[in-house]
Nanobody, 127 residues
Framework: EVQLVESGGGLVQAGGSLRLSCAVT????????IGWFRQAPGKEREGLSY????????DYQDSVKGRFTISSDAAKTTVYLQMDNLKPEDTAVYLC????????????????????WGQGTQVTVSS
């Protein structure tokens, strides 16, 4: 059974930092894409970043570029999202997802291209 478990969310003041983790079990890191998304109440799910763990390729949505950093630890089959300079508008549930085949392209910011999802972790940024 494939499972993705997010952790590391919480309450932080504007300008602060958090590091989210996405632990993957039941699936290896060869030739996959791991993406980070977020969903705020009343808004559509937004793709933030993705990584191809086997070659380190990454990409970021403009809204988080320069503030968020994605990385992976293949030995732990875990992907991280370091979030710095957080803003109140970053408040959302953050979810990670796995795509079973690795590609590159803007379509990887859309949720329908992923096969497995975690349950999410809440991030709240106070002003």
């Amino acid at each position: 059974e494939v499972q993705l478990v997010e952790s590391g969310g919480g309450l932080v003041q504007a300008g602060g930092s958090l590091r989210l983790s996405c632990a993957v079990t039941g699936y290896g890191f060869n030739n996959v894409i791991i993406g980070w998304f977020r969903q705020a109440p009343g808004k559509e799910r937004e793709g933030l970043s993705y990584i191809s763990p086997h070659n380190g390729e990454t990409d970021y949505q403009d809204s988080v570029k320069g503030r968020f950093t994605i990385s992976s630890d293949a030995a732990k089959t875990t992907v991280y999202l370091q979030m710095d300079n957080l803003k109140p508008e970053d408040t959302a549930v953050y979810l990670c997802a796995l795509r079973r085949t690795a590609y590159s392209g803007y379509f990887l910011f859309y949720s329908e291209h992923y096969d497995y999802w975690g349950q999410g972790t809440q991030v709240t940024v106070s002003s």
